[in-house]
Nanobody, 124 residues
Framework: EVQVVESGGGLVQAGGSLRLTCAASGFTFEDYDIGWFRQAPGEAREGVSCIRSSDGRTYYGDSVKGRFTISRDNAKNTVYLQMNNLKPEDTAVYYC?????????????????WGRGTQVTVSS
């Protein structure tokens, strides 16, 4: 069974940093691109960052470019999202998910089930 567990969220002030962790199991981790997504109340789920399996290439949404860094450790089946210079607009529940092909920006469909996610709250 495919399983991902997100952790590392919390409450921070604007300008602060967090590192999110995605621990994965139940699939061949190194064969899949892994994306970080977020969803704020009343908004579509949005792909903010992704890292490819084939070459490690990374992608970022315009709103987080230069502030967030995604990385993966295939030996540990883990993906990280380092989030620096956080803004109140970053407040959301953050999710990770494997994909075949990276997805950035708002998602049109729900893509089935999602995990629990981890809450990030940035105060001004």
């Amino acid at each position: 069974e495919v399983q991902v567990v997100e952790s590392g969220g919390g409450l921070v002030q604007a300008g602060g940093s967090l590192r999110l962790t995605c621990a994965a199991s139940g699939f061949t981790f190194e064969d899949y691109d892994i994306g970080w997504f977020r969803q704020a109340p009343g908004e579509a789920r949005e792909g903010v960052s992704c890292i490819r399996s084939s070459d490690g290439r990374t992608y970022y949404g315009d709103s987080v470019k230069g502030r967030f860094t995604i990385s993966r450790d295939n030996a540990k089946n883990t993906v990280y999202l380092q989030m620096n210079n956080l803004k109140p607009e970053d407040t959301a529940v953050y999710y990770c998910r494997p994909f075949t092909g990276c997805v950035i920006g708002p998602l049109k469909g729900d893509f089935g089930s999602w995990g629990r996610g981890t809450q990030v709250t940035v105060s001004s």
